[in-house]
């Protein structure tokens, strides 16, 4: 009987609209290649059409988060041009990079090496959970390439321009404790996909709406004024104290 063929990006979601994607080509580091590229676009879209959903993990198979883009696949064709090349990179982009566009929290849980565009989309999710073997590296100009898929913007948001610009140029990399000391993950954990998880039961606890509108505040702190800030968190604030839990606890100091 022939065996069925292995799926490249899996996808589960618990009853309570905790979603998990997971990169499941670990014989090649869950490096992104066509296969992963669609899969993972096709999952990020049923995430994003689920009015339920209440957060993501996204994970890898195996000791490799992700080994970044299948390089024989997008560049050992000769005779392209730049324009050509250029329209194949933007589709693997728009594979991790639509991530940034999901209303819901999103996690990325690294045990191992997230390497390239594996950087980019481990840095496209809100939070990063590290283990003692994962290793941040942007080693593209170590193979000739300039960063791509975000990577200096991701990288000069969260060090700096002088720290992303050494370890760009340098082709660096960063070890998991680095990455929390430098900012570049929120916590280390030895088994870093269950503290995904873990986080990820806390926050679909939450009122759905009050979660999806801190991400929103979060993200606009990052690229607003102060008052635009007050004014968006004035108006969530307001929203929020209608709801139950609020009202439950005022009702506690009237006794």
Same mark, same amino acid.
């Not at 065996?3 to 992104?32: C, F, H, M, Q, Y």
């Not at 000069?156 to 370890?167: D, F, K, N």
């Given at each position: 009987?022939?065996?069925?063929?292995?799926? =490249?990006?899996?996808?589960?979601?618990?009853?309570?609209?905790?979603?998990?994607?997971?990169?499941?080509?670990?014989? @090649?580091?869950?490096?992104?290649?066509?296969?992963?590229?669609?899969?993972?676009?096709?999952?990020?879209? %049923?995430?994003?059409?689920?009015?339920?959903?209440?957060?993501?993990?996204?994970?890898? #198979?195996?000791?490799?988060?992700?080994?970044?883009?299948?390089?024989?696949?997008?560049?050992? /064709?000769?005779?392209?041009?730049?324009?050509?090349?250029?329209?194949?990179?933007?589709?693997?982009?728009?594979?991790?990079?639509?991530?940034?566009?999901?209303?819901?929290?999103?996690?990325?849980?690294?045990?191992?090496?997230?390497?390239?565009?594996?950087?980019?989309?481990?840095?496209?999710?809100?939070?990063?959970?590290?283990?003692?073997?994962?290793?941040?590296?942007?080693?593209?100009? =170590?193979?000739?390439?300039?960063?791509?898929?975000?990577?200096?913007?991701?990288?000069? @948001?969260?060090?700096?321009? %002088?720290?992303?610009?050494?370890?760009?140029?340098?082709?660096?990399?960063?070890?998991?404790?680095?990455?929390?000391?430098?900012?570049?993950?929120?916590?280390?954990?030895?088994?870093?996909?269950?503290?995904?998880?873990?986080?990820?039961?806390?926050?679909?606890?939450?009122?759905?709406?009050?979660? /999806?509108?801190?991400?929103?505040?979060? /993200?606009? #702190?990052?690229?607003?004024?102060?008052?635009?800030?007050?004014?968006?968190?004035?108006?969530?604030? #307001?929203?929020?104290?209608?709801?139950?839990?609020?009202?439950?606890?005022?009702?506690?100091?009237?006794?």
């Amino acid at each position: 009987m022939p065996s069925l063929p292995v799926t =490249k990006v899996l996808r589960d979601r618990t009853e309570d609209g905790r979603w998990t994607i997971t990169l499941n080509d670990p014989d @090649r580091r869950n490096a992104i290649d066509p296969e992963v590229r669609d899969g993972l676009i096709a999952a990020i879209t %049923e995430i994003a059409a689920d009015r339920d959903a209440r957060t993501l993990v996204i994970a890898g #198979a195996g000791p490799a988060f992700c080994a970044g883009a299948d390089l024989p696949a997008m560049f050992n /064709r000769t005779g392209r041009s730049v324009a050509d090349i250029r329209a194949d990179l933007h589709e693997i982009y728009d594979s991790f990079l639509r991530v940034l566009s999901l209303p819901i929290p999103t996690i990325a849980a690294i045990q191992g090496p997230a390497v390239g565009a594996g950087l980019n989309l481990a840095m496209a999710c809100d939070t990063r959970i590290v283990g003692p073997q994962a290793q941040l590296i942007a080693s593209f100009t =170590k193979i000739g390439l300039h960063p791509g898929g975000g990577c200096t913007w991701f990288l000069t @948001r969260t060090l700096g321009p %002088e720290r992303a610009m050494q370890l760009l140029l340098d082709g660096g990399s960063v070890d998991g404790p680095e990455a929390v000391r430098l900012g570049l993950a929120g916590t280390l954990a030895e088994d870093p996909l269950a503290a995904a998880h873990e986080r990820a039961g806390r926050w679909a606890a939450l009122d759905p709406t009050l979660a /999806r509108d801190i991400k929103t505040s979060v /993200r606009m #702190a990052t690229t607003s004024d102060l008052a635009t800030s007050v004014e968006f968190e004035s108006w969530a604030q #307001a929203s929020s104290a209608t709801g139950p839990a609020i009202q439950e606890t005022v009702a506690r100091f009237r006794r």
